[in-house]
């Protein structure tokens, strides 16, 4: 059998405890002075050697350690005895107690208990005196005391490790907030670049396209005018989008002191008329049916999810629309949903006017599920009079929900 390899502070106890028991040895001092049955200077050694030798496993068996500790104490019971071997069997109970597994844990303490309680009512039955209280309080300091320390040693301890198991986990879990926070924010993020500059930047491709093409004077002149026009408003946005992200709570909440305003449904008609002028060389004409209630005015961020649906719907369909009419329908009432539904011709043609990345939808989608609502786009039948099939983006935007997520 392989003994585990004993810890460096055990050794030491060992050591000590074996040290101490042969100088008390050497010096004659023993814990009786009566006649024992193997009485003499050479036998009180054995159980010394013993208890010091199971001192190395203390903490490694303690069980072990103190089953074989107790058979020690009792046979140093018939020599003159050595205090160290008393001392250190102290050791191996609060070793067994503390090192031991739960169950010898919580049974050692009761187990000590009785056998003090049994020692101390055989000693008064036999020797019918009241000294013999003397015995039984011996036999509690020597196990009851050592035991009751390892158990209050040992609840401390795991209440310590407990302590520091929720630390950990807290720390963990504010870690996975954090992440999912900064993921949150790089996404929402993402939506409001990808929104911001799609837009114009389309429509500079588009028309860049057209006046490289044609060699039109005036067809050149108002692409650049386009151009331009797109230019500056996405600058603006994006100065509004560093503003949003410069800003920290003080009264410099935008870049170059303009203030940081998110887009609002009264801006649509601007956003169509823009659309319409971007999509006039490719035969798009778009339209606005704005039928919201008047007395229905819809939370900030579904305000903001509502124009950020019908730019980005304008904006593929300047990429991918055939000529025709762009609708763009907003309906809603108090107490009830905002609908927003934009329809463009659509032909399945292979080339896009400018290239997309298919970032859009996904966007799109991300917003609507933030607030709860349904998100449907993709062809379909035209109506009775029009084109034949159609591109159909369709929101559904709660506002009585009472949710406010981020846009």
């Known amino acids: 059998m392989t003994f585990p390899r004993p810890h460096r502070d055990d050794v030491l106890i060992a050591v000590t405890g074996l040290a101490g028991g ?31 030798g199971l001192e190395l496993l203390r903490r490694t068996m303690p069980r072990t350690a103190l089953l074989a500790g107790t058979a020690a104490i009792a046979a140093d019971q018939f020599t003159p005895g050595s205090i160290a071997t008393v001392l250190m069997f102290t050791d191996l109970v609060y070793a067994a107690v503390v090192y031991g597994p739960p169950a010898s844990a919580r049974r050692i303490p009761y187990a000590a208990g009785l056998i003090t309680a049994g020692v101390t009512v055989c000693s008064l039955a036999w020797f019918q005196d009241p000294s013999a209280l003397l015995l039984g309080l011996v036999v509690g300091l020597v196990t009851v005391v ?38 949150a924010e790089r996404a929402r993020m993402a939506r409001e670049l990808h929104d911001l500059v799609a837009n114009h930047l389309s429509a500079i491709a588009i028309h860049s396209t057209a006046a490289l093409s044609l060699d039109e004077p005036a067809t050149t002149r108002r692409a650049l005018t386009v151009i331009r026009e797109n230019s500056v408003e996405g600058l603006a946005e994006m100065r509004r989008l560093i503003g949003l992200l410069r800003d920290s709570g003080g009264s410099d909440s935008g870049c170059d002191g303009e203030p940081a305003v998110a887009p609002t ?12 002028t971007s999509g006039a060389a490719s035969g798009l004409k778009c339209t606005l049916d704005d039928a919201i209630d008047a007395d229905a005015a819809p939370p900030a961020p579904v305000a903001l999810a509502a124009y950020r649906i019908v730019q980005e719907s304008l904006t593929n369909a300047l990429k991918h629309a055939d000529a025709g009419e762009v609708a763009v329908r907003l309906t809603g009432a108090a107490g009830r949903a905002l609908t927003v539904t934009v329809t463009s011709p659509y032909g399945g043609g292979p080339e896009p006017r400018a290239p997309g990345s298919g970032a859009g939808l996904v966007g799109m989608r991300e917003r609507i599920a933030l607030l709860g609502g349904e998100f449907e786009a993709g062809p379909g039948p035209g109506p009775a009079g029009g084109p034949a099939r159609v591109w159909r983006v369709r929101a559904v935007l709660p506002t009585v929900d009472g949710k406010e997520p981020s846009a």
């Not at 042969?22 to 010096?27: C, E, T, Y």
């Open 22 to 52: 042969l100088l008390l040895w050497a010096l004659g001092l023993h814990t009786t002075e009566g006649v024992r049955p193997l009485s003499g200077p050479w036998p009180v050694l054995v159980p010394l050697l013993a208890m010091s």
């Open 146 to 183: 050592p035991a009751a320390t390892g158990a209050l040693v040992r609840n401390h301890r795991e209440a310590a490790e407990a302590a520091r198991l929720r630390a950990e986990q807290t720390a963990l879990l504010a870690e996975l907030d954090r992440r999912e926070a900064i993921t």
């Open 265 to 276: 449904l009264a801006g649509l008609d601007a956003l169509v008329d823009q659309a319409a």
